[in-house]
């Protein structure tokens, strides 16, 4: 028997072009093969143009591959209807984008119920579970403030309990911490270490190698290829922030 965990995310060959057929087809993803197993908190780290967001909206269902197999959970989503891939990106991902994607003119509570309303759960429920992960987040004292009246790393707190509503099976961050000053983007990368530690499996889409080195594992890719796939001693700045979720 072996112990090894589930892989949450297996990308096979995986290729995409734009234009396809077209005098100016251009193919961004070079047959990329990148697994991720249950509980991993990796890093995907390259330069601008580098084939990040590409790779970002197939990991996250947003995408399909033009060539390559896609397994998440063990299922082949490169083939599956629209319906059911969104069914996986609200379920299944939790999103977290570095503009935050809030719904303006709705309370923090409301934007934390959202992807469990289209879940289908029942209103008593949604409301305390987003309580629930608004508190974890640090903002209990902000249920019912609309994002225009919150900070910058306040709204990402908001989106990151949002991501979690559904309890997904992955976490999807890219840039996070991207619009936020160093202070609060130690507070968001925080919330992550805990996130991890309480056994998430997070990818972490980012350009900064300061913020891949938190994590235990960092991808890098350039040109559309993985250049390097490698290891690192996590260095955990979560400080006191590291109870479970």
Do not use: C, W
Not at 150 to 178: C, F, H, W, Y
């Amino acid at each position: 028997m072996t112990n090894e965990k589930k892989v949450v995310v297996d990308l096979q060959g995986i290729i995409k072009r734009f234009y396809i057929g077209q005098p100016n087809e251009l193919q961004i993803l070079n047959g990329m093969d990148i697994k991720v197993h249950e509980g991993e908190f990796v890093a995907i780290v390259g330069e601008s143009g580098s084939g990040k967001s590409t790779l970002m909206n197939i990991i996250g269902a947003l995408d399909r591959p033009t060539e390559g197999s896609y397994f998440f959970n063990g299922e082949d989503i490169s083939k599956l209807s629209d319906k059911k891939l969104s069914n996986i990106r609200n379920k299944q991902i939790g999103f977290v984008f570095q503009n935050f994607n809030l719904i303006p003119r709705t309370s923090a509570l409301k934007n934390v119920e959202i992807p469990m309303m289209y879940a289908g759960k029942g209103r008593k429920e949604r409301t305390n579970r987003a309580k629930e992960l608004l508190e974890i987040v640090g903002m209990a004292e902000r249920y019912d403030h609309n994002p225009n009246e919150l900070s910058g790393g306040q709204k990402q707190r908001v989106a990151i309990a949002r991501a979690m509503a559904n309890d997904p099976a992955l976490i999807l961050a890219d840039e996070p911490t991207g619009a936020l000053d160093t202070k609060t983007g130690r507070i968001v990368m925080d919330i992550f270490h805990k996130l991890h530690k309480s056994g998430k499996t997070i990818i972490l889409i980012t350009h900064s190698p300061e913020l891949a080195k938190e994590t235990e594992r960092i991808i890098t890719i350039s040109d559309g290829s993985v250049v390097s796939d490698t290891g690192t001693k996590v260095q955990d700045a979560g400080g006191e922030n590291n109870d479970a979720v």
